[in-house]
């Protein structure tokens, strides 16, 4: 007998389940907005995604900077200003906002 494989399919990365939290919304966008002189009207979330970050760094170590070793939730997050794309980390409490770089 032949076995089929059935494909399931993959989670889109924004649904109604990843809704981004107003703290952590308003954490990125006010960072954004200084970095690419626009004002916050301009600017627009394309995806959330939640996340489990490895380390207290958000997986975004910068040399010299100790990172404890601990899993961090928090969010991935897409803002544009219709001309590029800026992804963010953040913890679940929006206190650390990175731009991934």
Known sequence: PQ???IETPIKATTSSTDKLPATEQS????????RV???L?????????K????DSCLG????GTLCA????PGWKVVVTDGQRE???????????VKLEE
């Open 51 to 54: 996340e489990n970050w490895g």
């Open 86 to 96: 800026l992804i963010y980390r953040t913890d679940e409490k929006g206190k650390q």
């Open 3 to 5: 076995v089929e494989a």
């Open 41 to 49: 009207a301009a600017l627009r979330i394309t995806q959330t995604q």
């Open 69 to 72: 070793q601990v899993i961090v």
């Open 37 to 39: 002189s626009k004002p």
């Open 27 to 34: 954490a990125v966008l006010s960072d954004a907005t200084k």
């Open 60 to 63: 975004l170590a910068e040399a």
